[in-house]
Nanobody
Framework: QVQLAESGGGLVQPGGSLRLSCAAS????????TNWYRQAPGKQRELVAGINAGGTANYADSVKGRFTISRDNDKNTVYLQMNTLKIDDTAVYYC???????WGQGTQVTVSS
């Protein structure tokens, strides 16, 4: 069974940085696009960033210039480097492989002074 596992969340002050990781089981990982979503309390889940199999990335306007998505196919892992974090970035962050409809369990990111 395919599984995704997010890690790297935590509590950080505004302006700080975190790097999230999404580790995938299976050797097929390199074939598929992977997305990062987030869901804040009382809000809908929103797409933050995505990266395709070739490494091309796209971002939500709210995170452009602050977040960077990347992938290491040798490690079956997708990363989300988050810099200059804002209070509005507080959410549970999930990774997702849309082609097969798999989601991770999420990792909490809290930005607070």
């Amino acid at each position: 069974q395919v599984q995704l596992a997010e890690s790297g969340g935590g509590l950080v002050q505004p302006g700080g940085s975190l790097r999230l990781s999404c580790a995938a089981s299976g050797t097929w990982f390199t074939l598929y696009a992977t997305n990062w979503y987030r869901q804040a309390p009382g809000k809908q889940r929103e797409l933050v960033a995505g990266i395709n199999a070739g490494g091309t990335a796209n971002y939500a306007d709210s995170v452009k210039g602050r977040f960077t998505i990347s992938r290491d196919n040798d490690k079956n892992t997708v990363y989300l480097q988050m810099n200059t974090l804002k209070i509005d970035d507080t959410a549970v962050y999930y990774c997702n492989i849309p082609f097969i409809g798999v989601w991770g369990q999420g990792t909490q990111v809290t930005v607070s002074s």
